[in-house]
């Protein structure tokens, strides 16, 4: 599974719950990993102690215009 395939669902949940606090976090988290050299975000990211583990690169399936 993808940065995608994992957020989207807590994100759409926390938005029809009107947990806004929570969305907003889940998306300032997914945006701490993006890659500011290209504006890509690697395919998957640890969390906790794991934090720096992560993907190099991405399979693509999201065109990000910048």
Known sequence: MGTRDVSQGPFELF???QE???ARDLF????SHQYQETGTWP???MFDQ???I???ESHGDIVVCH
């Open 28 to 31: 300032k988290e997914i945006y």
């Open 20 to 22: 806004y606090a929570k």
């Open 15 to 17: 938005m029809s719950m």
């Open 50 to 52: 794991y934090a720096v």
């Open 54 to 56: 992560q993907q190099e």
């Open 43 to 45: 395919q998957w990211f």
